[in-house]
């Protein structure tokens, strides 16, 4: 009885906040921008918004076992991640400063390229923008480290700790997160040193450089969505990590990260915000030093979000169908 109870409440609520979504969506208006397109994109989004309620009703036990299990074991993913990320680096003498030598050579190594040795190259690329390159190009590599490294990491859980998989008492749901937590730890030392350099440039913390907190959760949250499918994909085909860093490597060039749209044509702009990494990459540097809020760009917040829990819901999907064959397989 209370399962039911628990059921029809979940479902409820996952409906109202479809609907209040969907209510804000057709209420937006922007006076400045084109109507049909604006049309086009609130029919598009009711849409999806209407298939999610369906698969999210027919499907609600499957779909919501996994976000149930992650927070019933909050407090052992959060020790288990501790441990992990200490793990990773013990017996090496520089121990943790391994994990921020090669993304900041890499800064390094581009700034060099671009901007001192082919001086143009980086004015050319950054488009419209005015900064400094080294500045421009450091805000988005660094939540792109997040991403590559949580997305390899997560991936890859299952492998690294079959041993557990192999328990049937323990909750392998969890090893994902783990992994995507412990990018996490490095991941705040890079914003640090990404907030340094703005301020060596004279861009100083405003009240805008608070987003960073929400990028940095949306990043969080679109690459544990993504990590709970290909985690369960590579136990069966190994070859999903060398697909995966081909991607990867596909994906850099085309997130706006040495380049900004200002540089790209209308129609190659719009098919490369398809990516959602375009969102927070393009969120970051409006965080450290623009002067706009998230909830500003209305539909490219929508997009991401719907985006994202349709990859959570999918990831939630596979992993729990394929989850039974795991012990099998490894």
Known sequence: MKEKVSKRVGIALFCAAALAMAAVII?????????????????????????????FILLYEKVTTLPVELYQNRHLIWKLAKNDFKKRYAGS???????????????????????VIMHGAGRAMRGNEEVPFVL?????????????EAWTNGTNALLEYNYLVKKVVFKISILPIIKVIGATFIHVFFVGVLVLIAALYGYFPTVYTLQIFYYSFCTFVLVLALSYTTCALVVFMRDISQILAIVLQIG?????????????????????KLNPMVYIV???????????????????????WIITVV?????????KRLKIHFADVL
């Open 27 to 55: 209420l937006h208006h922007n006076p400045a921008a084109d109507q049909q397109e604006e049309l086009l994109k609130k029919v598009i989004s009711c849409t999806v918004i209407a298939f999610s309620c369906a698969v």
């Open 93 to 115: 003498y520089l121990g943790i400063v391994w994990a921020m030598v090669q993304p900041v050579v890499t800064v390094v190594m581009y700034w060099l390229v671009f901007d």
């Open 136 to 148: 421009f190009l450091t805000a988005g590599l660094v939540p792109w480290f997040y991403f590559t």
């Open 252 to 272: 850099m060039w085309a997130t706006p990260i040495m380049w900004d749209f200002g540089a790209v044509s209308e129609i190659w702009g719009k098919f490369l």
């Open 282 to 304: 393009n969120g970051y540097r409006d965080a450290i030093y623009g002067h706009s809020w998230f909830f500003e760009d209305f539909f490219s917040t929508m997009y991401f």
């Open 311 to 319: 990859l959570f819901g999918l990831g939630a999907l596979v992993f």
